[in-house]
């Protein structure tokens, strides 16, 4: 097991045979404001991404996707302008994992050895993937700009 140390937060690379359910992907080390409600955002962030992460491993990816999303929706109700960082960051955690997941999803619905039943989780997983990305290039350019009142703007639900 590897760990990646950063100034606020620690990550923590999961072997990929054993996954321990308990241990969460981003811990709080080290904050220099003390949130309550960050720390209870990070709990459900956490909780999604292990919960996505069993449904990928059991190849249920349609769940594993739509937890995700629900997970990249909660890091939008940290709003306060010094926590922006923060949220930007968890938001890149899980495109990352969602990524992964759209990778995974390519190598089986196309080649030699394909099948159809991952193409509709392929597709929905682009499509998912692409909001993530416009929601946060969205949200990098309002915190670019300077908007003083910092609006985080949620992405558009594409697929049903």
Do not use: W
Not at 21 to 46: P, R
Not at 79 to 94: D, G, M, P, T
């Amino acid at each position: 097991m590897k760990t990646l140390s950063k100034n606020l937060f620690k990550l923590t690379v999961l072997d990929t045979d054993y996954l321990n359910t308990e241990q969460n992907k981003i811990e709080l080390v080290g904050c220099k404001y003390n949130d309550k409600k960050c720390e209870s955002v990070i709990a459900a962030i956490n909780s999604g991404y292990n919960e996505a992460i069993s449904f990928r491993q059991d190849k249920d990816y349609y769940r594993a996707i739509n937890v995700l999303k629900t997970t990249f929706d909660k890091t939008f109700e940290i709003r306060e302008a010094r926590c922006l960082k923060c949220s930007n960051f968890f938001r890149s955690v899980i495109t990352h994992n969602l990524e992964d997941i759209h990778d995974e999803l390519k190598k089986m619905s196309t080649g030699i050895f394909k099948t159809k039943r991952f193409v509709p989780s392929y597709l929905m997983a682009g499509d998912t993937l692409e909001a993530f990305n416009s929601a946060m290039k969205r949200d990098n350019l309002v915190v670019k700009q300077g908007d003083k009142s910092h609006k985080i703007h949620r992405y558009e639900k594409k697929v049903s």
